[in-house]
């Protein structure tokens, strides 16, 4: 079983509809939690970063952690066409600790 | 421009004939980590570094090398490249490994014959 699972999609939209993303977990000791967007060709970009469980907000953009049940979200709202992408979810255990990724999800917004 | 810089971005070559990918970041970043991206498997790491002369495996490592002779540079060297080499590499850099951010090159689609 892999630490960190990502359903792979594509999940595809219509404009305008809220998306949510997902990743589960199994290692309790994962405390940072970041959310990556990687567009076609390009290599991925932070979006998000957290610590700890709770919300977080940034613009159209809302992470979610549940260290309880050990799965997070990322929230987008208004989606756009330009939101089309390859989200990669990440963790670690502490500071000095390195990253495990998620598989990605592909997400497709229809005009 | 910070940017992290890979070459070359796309390479076709065969089995056995030795090649190396260039990274250069120009963010002063002491980090610096290479990944390779397989579909389905996500980002699988293969090497990082802390620090000049300080580097450890990841998760992957078995075919390549690595070397951190100065603080911008971390080039990935495949001695002798077989058909299951054949991925998408990227090379990331950041501050320090307990800074989350990690900053991304275009990537480097290498292909094995």
């Known amino acids: 079983q892999k630490e960190v699972e990502q359903d792979p999609g594509p999940l595809s939209v219509p404009e305008g509809a809220i998306v949510s993303l997902n990743c589960t977990y199994s290692?309790?000791?994962?405390?940072?939690f970041m959310w990556y967007r990687q567009y076609s060709r390009k290599g991925p970009e932070l979006l998000m970063y957290t610590y700890s469980s709770g919300n977080k907000e940034d613009g159209r953009f809302t992470a979610q952690v549940d260290k309880s049940s050990k799965y997070i979200s990322l929230f987008i709202r208004d989606s756009q066409p330009s939101d089309s992408a390859t989200y990669l979810c990440a963790m670690k255990k502490g500071s000095n600790y390195q990253l495990i990724w998620g598989a990605g999800t592909k997400l497709i917004i229809k005009p | 421009e910070a940017q992290v810089t890979q070459n070359p971005r796309y390479l076709i070559t065969v089995t056995g004939k030795k090649l190396t990918v260039t990274c250069s970041q120009n963010?002063?970043?002491?980090?610096m980590s290479w990944y390779r991206q397989d579909p389905g498997l996500g980002l699988r790491q293969i090497y990082y570094?802390?620090?000049?002369?300080?580097?450890d495996k990841g998760d992957v490592p078995e075919g390549y090398k690595v070397s951190r002779k100065e603080k911008r540079n971390f080039p990935l060297i495949l001695e002798s490249p077989s058909p299951n080499q054949t991925s998408l590499y990227f090379c990331?850099?950041?501050?320090?490994?307990?800074?989350?951010?990690?900053?991304f090159g275009e990537g480097s689609r290498l292909t094995v014959l």
């Open positions: 963010m002063n970043h002491e980090y």
């Open positions: 990331a850099s950041s501050f320090t490994s307990g800074d989350g951010e990690l900053f």
């Open positions: 570094s802390m620090n000049v002369e300080v580097t």
């Open positions: 290692n309790s000791a994962f405390q940072y």
